[in-house]
């Protein structure tokens, strides 16, 4: 069974501050998917990245960077120069290949104060 | 560019009452879903359907049901509205539904059952 553990529920930081936020996942399957999403305070969900099994190169977006390690069955999402509006909840999910559905974490909530 | 909508946005029910969440995508997606949202639990799949007359259950299914007559829509039914239902429910869909594909995320419906 596939699992996705977002052990931080919350991380407070001060603008300008680097903040790491973690994700382990669990599955069986050779082949997988990862995603980040953002949750902002209005609610929506919005998509951010998706990386696959076979590409461990990590990826740099602007102030976000992602970090995928299969050793440790980790992709974490580091944000640099954090800025008030990076505020929101952060979902990490996995999709199997072969299944549409995605497994989310927990989501961590990402405070940044002015 | 409307994406996914959901509607309504706000809703409270009593106890016992039935109502019906609608969701529609205008960007031709054959795979669509229903996700609830409770509080620091992430986001679990109700149910999701891969075309037009076709759904499947997810993890969290009791108490829900669903049709998928259009591409377009994929409503979400409660027919004895309980306390536990209580929630944000959201809609997504994705192109083919394959594991690799990012999902799109409809706005939210907030539900209070009373």
């Known amino acids: 069974a596939q699992k996705v553990t977002q052990a931080q529920t919350e991380i407070s930081v001060v603008e300008k501050e680097d903040v790491t936020l973690d994700c382990v996942y669990e599955?069986?399957?050779?082949?997988?998917?990862l995603f980040w999403y953002k949750q902002p305070p209005s609610g929506e969900l919005v998509f951010l990245i998706r990386?696959?099994?076979?590409?461990?190169q990590n990826e740099i977006s602007g102030r976000y960077s992602w970090n995928f390690q299969k050793s440790t069955s980790s992709f974490n999402f580091t944000i640099t120069a954090s800025q008030v509006v990076d505020s929101a909840v952060y979902f990490c999910?996995?999709?199997?290949?072969?299944?549409?559905?995605?497994?989310f974490g927990k989501g961590t909530m990402l405070l940044v104060s002015p | 560019n409307a994406g996914v909508t959901q509607t309504p946005k706000f809703r409270i029910l009593k106890i016992g009452q039935s109502m019906t969440l609608q969701c529609a995508q205008d960007?031709?997606?054959?795979?669509m879903y229903w996700y609830r949202q409770d509080p620091g639990m992430g986001l679990k799949l109700i149910y999701y359907?891969?075309?037009?007359?076709?759904?499947d259950k997810g993890e969290v299914p009791n108490g829900y049901n669903v049709s998928r007559s259009t591409t377009e829509d994929f409503p979400l039914r409660l027919e004895l509205a309980a306390p536990s239902q209580t929630s944000v429910y959201f809609c997504?869909?994705?192109?083919?539904?394959?594991?690799?594909?990012?999902?799109?995320f409809g706005d939210g419906t907030r539900l209070s059952i009373l």
């Open positions: 960007m031709n997606h054959n795979y």
């Open positions: 990386r696959n099994s076979f590409d461990e």
């Open positions: 997504a869909s994705s192109y083919n539904g394959g594991s690799n594909q990012p999902q799109h």
């Open positions: 999910a996995l999709s199997e290949a072969g299944y549409s559905t995605l497994t």
């Open positions: 359907s891969v075309g037009a007359g076709i759904t």
């Open positions: 599955t069986r399957d050779t082949t997988y998917y």
